[in-house]
């Protein structure tokens, strides 16, 4: 299996800039059930502007999350650009028929999502100051972390379909779910595991300039319950970088897959709601 994917930097830091491109392209493996064996750096930078240090801090930074994953860096290209940006290509393996698939959720399954959303507001909210120290720190700390625990605990049970949650925010990858397995997705949105302050951010009128194309990509197949305020249906389509898997499982896999995840430090992983047969035309309800 082979994928990229690259980023322009949520944060100042190179060496975290790094981090979070390097852990946000290495995501993809994770999500098709694949270990990575092989990356690539794809890197725009504009040497002009910026000394080498910066650009030697981000390496570093991948390089990080690389060897942490188990892969090697083979080497990548770089290219004069106005703007930073770094990714990876990746190349990974994984057996072919436990090759995991957005496709095949099945009626009576349970939805497990094992990172926190809101990352996309609470970048934009920083740029203004509004966000505290500790809660983008958090922010910080989730995103770097790989989903590799997460799917080393998944591939020791049958999966029926799988994604990681990235610029299509939480409503726009799980809709993509339900429209491949044609079926309709129930999620409750107080089991919807929040960054702290997201939906805080969103509440102070604050957004992201994707929320906007992320929410049309739905619309006309999403219920957004009556009851649930503006700002939480913002955060469902707020865009995440280096998100957490959302996966369908037997509804009889679910509290002993939640409990293997919080064993391994995933704490914020959460049953967030079940798979129920198509209703049309609405594949996606938030309750």
């Known amino acids: 299996m082979h994928t990229a994917d690259f980023i322009t930097p949520p944060v100042d830091d190179p060496f975290l800039f790094g981090q979070i491109g390097a852990?946000?392209?290495?995501?993809?493996?994770?999500?098709?059930?694949?270990?990575?064996?092989?990356c690539l750096n794809l890197v725009g930078f504009p040497a002009s502007e910026l000394v080498p240090e910066i650009l030697h801090?981000?390496?570093?930074?991948?390089?990080?999350?690389?060897?942490e994953a188990g892969a090697v860096l083979a080497g990548g290209h770089t290219t004069d650009d106005d703007e930073p940006k770094f990714g990876l290509s990746v190349t990974g393996i994984v057996h072919p028929e436990k090759y995991w698939r957005?496709?095949?959720?099945?009626?009576?399954?349970?939805?497990i999502l094992t990172k926190p959303i809101g990352s996309g507001v609470l970048f934009n909210a920083n740029l203004k100051g509004w966000v505290s120290d500790w809660?983008?720190?958090?922010?910080?700390?989730?995103?770097?972390?790989?989903?590799?625990?997460?799917?080393e605990i998944f591939m020791g049970v049958e999966i029926h379909a799988a994604t990681d949650i990235t610029g299509y925010g939480l409503a726009g990858h799980a809709?993509?779910?339900?429209?491949?397995?044609?079926?309709?997705l129930e999620i409750s949105t107080t089991d919807i595991p929040t960054m702290d302050e997201a939906l805080a951010m969103y509440e102070k009128g604050m957004t992201t300039g994707v929320n906007t194309a992320n929410r049309a990509m739905v619309e006309q197949a999403v219920q957004f319950d009556?009851?649930?305020?503006?700002?939480m249906q913002e955060l469902c389509?707020?865009?995440?970088?280096?998100?957490g898997l959302l996966v369908s499982v037997s509804a009889s896999l679910g509290d002993a897959l939640l409990n293997a995840l919080h064993d391994g430090g995933?704490?914020?992983?959460r049953v967030i709601g079940n798979v129920r047969p198509l209703k049309q035309p609405k594949q996606l309800v938030f309750m």
């Open 57 to 67: 801090g981000i390496v570093e930074g991948a390089l990080s999350k690389i060897t």
């Open 226 to 231: 009556q009851a649930l305020s503006t700002s």
């Open 135 to 151: 809660a983008l720190d958090r922010c910080i700390q989730t995103i770097t972390t790989l989903n590799k625990t997460a799917a």
């Open 266 to 269: 995933i704490d914020g992983a």
């Open 23 to 38: 852990a946000n392209s290495i995501s993809d493996i994770y999500a098709m059930g694949g270990r990575p064996l092989t």
């Open 102 to 111: 957005n496709a095949g959720a099945q009626p009576g399954d349970v939805l």
């Open 175 to 184: 809709f993509e779910m339900a429209q491949a397995s044609a079926v309709t």
């Open 237 to 243: 389509v707020d865009p995440q970088t280096s998100g």
